[in-house]
């Protein structure tokens, strides 16, 4: 899936069970995307509430915004996150509490 100017996008596939989050993660210069494939997972940008994300769901990550996502406690959750080029490394961020979790 080349792109006009020759770069790539990036896809993530993740398979989260019950309980188990990300760390905080930065967005960078591009926007990445979550859509939401099975389950029901929680979605965070720093600072702000938690979101329900639920299957069909679309989650736009706006760059430079530190969030995270994961499975809530009943239920896993299944996401491909999409980003429009292709990633270098992930730099992961302070882990989530148990606190912010809750």
């Not at 809530?72 to 996401?79: C, I, K």
Request: net charge negative.
């Amino acid at each position: 899936m080349e792109r006009r100017d020759g770069s790539f996008p990036y896809f993530d596939w993740s398979d989260f069970e019950e309980e188990f989050r990300d760390r905080f993660l930065p967005v960078n210069a591009e926007a990445d995307a979550i859509n939401a494939l099975e389950g029901t997972g929680y979605y965070q940008e720093k600072g702000k509430p938690i979101q329900i994300v639920h299957k069909g769901d679309v989650i736009k990550c706006l760059p430079g915004v530190e969030h995270w996502h994961g499975a809530t406690p009943e239920s896993g959750f299944t996401y491909i996150a999409t980003t429009p080029t292709q990633k270098g490394k992930t730099i992961w961020l302070k882990r989530v509490t148990d606190v912010e979790y809750k």
